[in-house]
């Protein structure tokens, strides 16, 4: 079997074209996913369903051949684990019970894997079902992005209650980001033990973070996540998404030891040619060109392509495709970075 795509870039390679796949490939702008989720019951149902799991990793696979799948769950899986009461709520986001300084305190992992167990029956399924040349992607929540919902009990629009918290209770916001470092680190390396080729870190919330923060609270742990994952599994390729992070990218790498760094789509592309320097990224097309379509699409793809194909790198956009998309368009991405964009 010739070496997937996505890992000849990981492996700091560059593929021409370069391969392709799109955060949250699998949702609600696609109708076969709408129709599964009908008979799902909660969100949190079907993240735990295998079967049906597998089904909605496959429709963005199938429809569009992409070059990764990327197993369907949610970075709230871990503190759902915990006993946190986890729930989604359409229009509302997810909600849980909010956690204190007394709750981090009596924290513990004793049948948090047990639990996420249906999650690997997932991966392993996958990888079984998956083309050969298909790259299978596990993924976890960053410790910040994830602790933000666990302070506030729900999302915020600058996450303002976990800041503050950090500023407050220092000792316990380290405790807390140590924990889910820890688990998080287990769930990555049960993940690729059933059949994850590389796992992405999502840091969905890092950008509300100042400088001081972002390496206390986004750059340590996510470190500590991969030095325990490489610990275990030497070879594992890991990609570290810091949305919203703009120049506090510029060490994110070197300090992290991700194999790739994903960059949203307010990095200017020529700050990201910079970082390709030191090795494979992965964007950064913005999402709304999936609801637009036509000439804006073309000349997102190309700028993108232009700047950043002749180096390691995995297109992708620079956050998840929202339920607005169209499929028509996802199509029209795809076919236009398999030709090289303009220049084609």
């Known amino acids: 079997m010739s070496e997937r795509k996505i890992i000849t870039v990981l492996n700091g390679q560059t593929v021409t074209p370069p391969p392709i796949w799109l955060m949250r490939q699998a949702g609600r702008y ?26 909605v990793t496959l429709q963005p696979i199938r429809r569009f051949g992409l070059d990764a799948a990327i197993l369907f769950s949610d970075i709230l899986v871990i503190p759902d684990a915990l ?72 999302g915020t629009p600058d996450q303002a209650p976990a800041r503050l918290f ?17 688990v998080s680190a287990d769930y990555l390396v049960a ?48 990609i570290a998404f810091a949305k919203g992070a703009g120049y506090l990218l510029k060490d994110y790498r070197r300090k ?15 700050f990201a040619k910079d970082l390709q320097k030191e090795g494979p990224v992965q964007g950064n097309l913005d999402p709304m060109l999936m609801v637009a379509g036509g000439k804006a699409l073309q000349d997102g793809i190309d700028a993108v392509l232009q700047a950043l194909g002749q180096g390691p790198l995995i297109f992708n956009l620079g956050h998840g495709i929202t339920p607005q998309a169209d499929p028509e368009n996802v199509a029209r991405l795809v076919q236009r970075v398999r030709a090289g964009g303009a220049g084609a």
């Open 191 to 238: 993940q690729i033990d059933a059949g994850a080729d590389a796992v992405q870190i999502f840091d969905s919330w890092a950008g509300v973070l100042g400088e001081r923060e972002f390496e206390e609270f986004a750059i340590k742990p996510v470190a500590r996540i991969i030095a325990s994952v490489r610990a275990r599994r030497p070879s594992a390729k890991i």
């Open 30 to 55: 696609l109708p076969e996913y709408r129709e599964t989720r009908k008979n799902a019951g909660s969100f949190l149902d079907l993240c735990y369903n295998p079967e049906l799991a597998t089904e």
């Open 256 to 270: 992290t030891g991700a194999d790739a760094i994903g960059l949203d789509w307010s990095v200017p592309l020529g």
């Open 83 to 154: 006993h946190r009461n986890v729930s989604f709520s359409e229009g509302k986001g997810p909600a849980m019970d909010p956690i204190d300084v007394a709750g981090i305190d009596r924290l513990d992992t004793a049948d948090v894997m047990t639990h996420l167990s249906p999650v690997f029956k997932t991966v392993s399924r996958l990888r079984r079902e998956l083309p050969d040349e298909t790259t299978l992607l596990g993924f976890c929540g960053a410790p910040w992005t994830v602790a933000t919902y666990m302070i506030a009990g729900h």
């Open 166 to 182: 950090g500023y407050q209770e220092p000792a316990a916001m380290e405790k807390l980001l140590a924990f889910l470092a820890e």
